[in-house]
């Protein structure tokens, strides 16, 4: 099973830019999908982007595209996600997972990270 690990989350000012990472400990991502979910206090966990491992091809939440960036890094092994433009309701724990096919739909997904929160102040 493949342990994904995410960093990078802290607090920040609305307005403000913030990057999270993820990367499988101890092996290469063998995913051919990766994806980033949040879950805010309260509420269910929602899709936020999701990239291909391979080509690159990528989709967005509606709520976050045009401000969020998906990426990855292929030789160093690294999923990420840019986050500008943030607004209070950003506020989440940002949660990595990796899947067999590009979707939005968290039960695809087959391995997970715990999780980084992410706090955008007002």
């Known amino acids: 099973q493949v342990q994904l690990v995410e960093s990078g989350g802290g607090l920040v000012q609305a307005g403000g830019s913030k990057s999270l990472s993820c990367t499988p400990s101890g092996r290469t991502f063998a995913a051919y999908a990766l994806a980033w979910f949040r879950q805010a206090p309260g509420k269910e966990r929602e899709f936020v982007a999701a990239i291909t491992w391979r080509g690159g091809r990528t989709v967005y939440s509606d709520s976050v595209k045009g401000r969020f960036a998906i990426s990855r890094d292929v030789a160093e092994n690294t999923l990420y996600l840019q986050m500008n433009s943030l607004k209070p309701e950003d506020t989440a724990h940002y949660y990595c997972?990796?899947?067999?096919?590009?979707?939005?739909?968290?039960?695809?997904?087959?391995?997970w990270g715990q999780g980084t929160q992410v706090t955008v102040s007002s």
């Open positions: 997972a990796g899947g067999n096919i590009l979707t939005q739909r968290m039960s695809t997904y087959d391995y």
